[in-house]
């Protein structure tokens, strides 16, 4: 009799080891309730549980399985799905296999297992760890939204800066839109990539899409409305960025062209060394101004150090996602690039970045489509440098590009209508990506030919060469010394020729100024991007 409180007590630790040995299985937040799912390509999942754990998955009418690795990390895909939802994803784990040397098995592919019941579903006794269920899954469409702030301005605007054109019909909208979700990605700025984030998937409502990206929301909302299909929209965004923060360390030093990011970023290093001191005295002017009377002078802006670090906003808001499938991204980024000594590498940057996320995400040569930064009065700055790069980057696979000078203000670095560059973005899209017989671009330089009058200019998408508000306006030429002057110029077809002002005429470029009142459309009217021949 003495024995059986020893036997019990025996029992009750062997269950509860038992138990302690089969962890809950963790999905990442990125694949949480209200999430969608990309259609029509095979569907990733992964998470974490303990080492050489069965994992069981059941979605629709599909049931995979796989085993975690010895550091308890776990991958499957499931087949493509059409469109449709809303769907719950269920995942199980089972007793870890583990090998004579007491070590887990590597993880094989996922193949098909036969479907719990419900009662198994449920278990709680040894060998078997809790389900894991998601809910309220669609199968849609998956956009990837990045860049920095005219991307990250949301519905409700910046306060006290910047606010949106009808921001307030816009936010109402949301109501409307049982078929969209959003995931707002929080900002992060690690040495190391993660491999999770915070953030969840949240049904479109006016509550959430008046803090969502106002450009990726308008993108949405026309995809939804023509393709029919559910949409989930993914915001990944971070003001006042420059581009090599966006891409890998891989990606950067893959490319020795690139190291003058890293000398900027010395550059940069070295000023927040006395950053402290130069902010005090930026107060105390503003307290001798406030005190006499007069207004407060303006003062540079001073980033956060940590959203400059070259491959820090790869780290935290793009590599978490790379797991997940996508059917494009679309991106608007390229203002804080812009400085004498920054412009010219983003030639190269740009370029890089998205060679970059294509191979960290593992789906070829998925679409990507992004904004030509807008027309804005910026002194000492090259914005023509950063449109021409981005007009330039047209030669990777499967880009297009918005054009937005038309929308920009000229003391407004977060201009109003973000429902043009939108509309511009979905363009793109239903043209390149849905299929659709729409023309989705401005005017692109071709080539330029001389001529005893000047130089000709020929276009791509080029069909019913227009001006609007009166004479062409926007284009200069240059000689050999690249001394450009402003020119007369005159719609000639599908081209248009530039007289010289100068005696032998060499190069040519359009709407090169920061802030540009340059007027050239096609038919369509989608506006002529910045270029130069040069």
């Given at each position: 009799?003495?024995?059986?409180?020893?036997?019990?007590?025996?029992?009750?630790?062997?269950?509860?080891?038992?138990?302690?040995?089969?962890?809950?299985?963790?999905?990442?937040?990125?694949?949480?309730?209200?999430a969608?799912?990309?259609?029509?390509?095979?569907?990733h999942?992964?998470?974490?549980?303990?080492?050489?754990?069965?994992?069981?998955?059941?979605?629709?009418?599909?049931?995979?399985?796989?085993?975690?690795?010895?550091?308890?990390?776990?991958?499957?895909?499931?087949?493509?799905?059409?469109?449709?939802?809303?769907?719950?994803?269920?995942?199980?784990?089972?007793?870890?296999?583990?090998a004579?040397?007491?070590?887990?098995?590597?993880?094989?592919?996922?193949?098909?297992?036969?479907?719990?019941?419900?009662?198994?579903?449920s278990?709680?006794g040894?060998?078997?760890a809790?389900?894991?269920?998601?809910?309220?899954?669609?199968?849609g469409?998956?956009?990837?939204?990045?860049?920095?702030?005219?991307?990250?301005?949301?519905?409700?605007?910046?306060?006290?800066?910047?606010?949106?054109?009808?921001?307030?019909?816009?936010?109402?909208?949301?109501?409307?839109?049982?078929?969209?979700?959003?995931?707002?990605?929080?900002?992060?700025?690690?040495?190391?990539?993660?491999?999770?984030?915070?953030?969840?998937?949240?049904?479109?409502?006016?509550?959430?899409?008046?803090?969502?990206?106002?450009?990726?929301?308008?993108?949405?909302?026309?995809?939804?409305?023509?393709?029919?299909?559910?949409?989930?929209?993914?915001?990944?965004?971070?003001?006042?960025?420059?581009?090599?923060?966006?891409?890998?360390?891989?990606?950067?030093?893959?490319?020795?062209?690139?190291?003058?990011?890293?000398?900027?970023?010395?550059?940069?290093?070295?000023e927040?060394?006395?950053?402290?001191?130069?902010?005090?005295?930026?107060?105390?002017?503003?307290?001798?101004?406030?005190?006499?009377?007069?207004?407060?002078?303006?003062?540079?802006?001073?980033?956060?150090?940590?959203?400059?670090?070259?491959?820090?906003?790869?780290?935290g808001?793009?590599?978490?996602?790379?797991?997940?499938?996508?059917?494009?991204?679309?991106?608007?980024?390229?203002?804080?690039?812009?400085?004498?000594?920054?412009?010219?590498?983003?030639?190269?940057?740009?370029?890089?970045?998205?060679?970059?996320?294509?191979?960290?995400?593992?789906?070829?040569?998925?679409?990507?489509?992004?904004?030509?930064?807008?027309?804005?009065?910026?002194?000492?700055?090259?914005?023509?440098?950063?449109?021409?790069?981005?007009?330039?980057?047209?030669?990777?696979?499967?880009?297009?590009?918005?054009?937005?000078?038309?929308?920009?203000?000229?003391?407004?670095?977060?201009?109003?209508?973000?429902?043009?560059?939108?509309?511009?973005?979905?363009?793109?899209?239903?043209?390149?990506?849905?299929?659709?017989?729409?023309?989705?671009?401005?005017?692109?330089?071709?080539?330029?030919?001389?001529?005893?009058?000047?130089?000709?200019?020929?276009?791509?998408?080029a069909?019913?060469?227009?001006?609007?508000?009166g004479?062409?306006?926007?284009?200069?030429?240059?000689?050999?010394?690249?001394?450009?002057?402003?020119?007369?110029?005159?719609?000639?077809?599908?081209?248009?020729?530039?007289?010289?002002?100068?005696?032998?005429?060499?190069?040519?470029?359009?709407?090169?100024?920061?802030?540009?009142?340059?007027?050239?459309?096609?038919?369509?009217?989608?506006?002529?991007?910045?270029?130069?021949?040069?």
């Amino acid at each position: 009799m003495k024995s059986r409180p020893g036997r019990a007590l025996l029992l009750l630790s062997a269950a509860a080891v038992s138990q302690a040995a089969v962890a809950e299985v963790r999905l990442p937040h990125i694949l949480s309730d209200h999430a969608v799912l990309q259609r029509d390509a095979p569907i990733h999942l992964w998470g974490w549980s303990d080492a050489g754990e069965t994992i069981t998955a059941h979605f629709h009418a599909q049931t995979r399985t796989a085993q975690a690795n010895r550091y308890g990390e776990w991958t499957m895909w499931l087949m493509p799905e059409k469109a449709g939802g809303p769907y719950d994803l269920t995942i199980q784990g089972s007793a870890p296999a583990l090998a004579a040397t007491g070590g887990a098995t590597a993880a094989p592919a996922s193949t098909p297992a036969a479907p719990l019941d419900a009662a198994a579903m449920s278990s709680t006794g040894s060998g078997a760890a809790p389900a894991v269920t998601v809910a309220d899954l669609l199968v849609g469409d998956v956009w990837f939204a990045s860049g920095q702030s005219n991307m990250e301005m949301p519905l409700s605007g910046f306060p006290n800066s910047a606010v949106l054109k009808n921001a307030d019909q816009e936010i109402a909208s949301a109501a409307n839109q049982p078929q969209m979700r959003l995931l707002l990605v929080e900002h992060d700025s690690p040495d190391v990539p993660l491999d999770d984030i915070h953030a969840t998937w949240t049904l479109c409502s006016p509550e959430t899409a008046a803090k969502f990206s106002a450009v990726a929301y308008l993108f949405g909302r026309e995809i939804s409305s023509r393709e029919h299909v559910p949409v989930g929209l993914i915001d990944a965004t971070w003001g006042g960025t420059p581009v090599e923060s966006w891409i890998s360390l891989d990606g950067l030093a893959a490319d020795a062209s690139l190291m003058p990011a890293f000398a900027a970023r010395a550059r940069f290093a070295d000023e927040q060394s006395r950053m402290s001191l130069i902010i005090a005295e930026e107060h105390r002017e503003d307290a001798a101004a406030r005190a006499a009377g007069q207004p407060v002078p303006k003062h540079p802006w001073h980033p956060g150090p940590a959203s400059w670090n070259p491959s820090g906003l790869y780290n935290g808001l793009i590599a978490p996602a790379t797991p997940y499938t996508i059917k494009g991204v679309i991106w608007y980024q390229g203002e804080t690039n812009s400085a004498p000594d920054r412009a010219p590498q983003y030639v190269r940057l740009f370029p890089a970045m998205i060679a970059d996320w294509r191979q960290k995400w593992h789906q070829g040569d998925f679409p990507f489509l992004y904004v030509q930064i807008s027309s804005f009065n910026s002194p000492g700055e090259n914005w023509g440098i950063i449109r021409d790069a981005q007009r330039r980057t047209l030669s990777i696979a499967n880009t297009g590009m918005a054009v937005s000078l038309d929308a920009g203000e000229f003391d407004n670095v977060h201009p109003a209508d973000k429902q043009t560059v939108a509309a511009r973005l979905a363009l793109a899209a239903r043209r390149m990506v849905y299929g659709e017989a729409v023309e989705y671009s401005g005017p692109l330089f071709r080539q330029a030919t001389l001529e005893d009058r000047g130089i000709r200019v020929w276009f791509d998408h080029a069909a019913g060469l227009t001006s609007k508000g009166g004479p062409l306006r926007g284009f200069e030429v240059a000689g050999e010394d690249a001394h450009y002057v402003t020119a007369t110029a005159t719609i000639s077809g599908s081209s248009v020729l530039v007289s010289s002002p100068v005696k032998e005429p060499v190069y040519v470029r359009y709407a090169w100024s920061s802030f540009t009142d340059a007027n050239l459309y096609n038919q369509a009217g989608l506006p002529a991007a910045t270029f130069t021949s040069e």
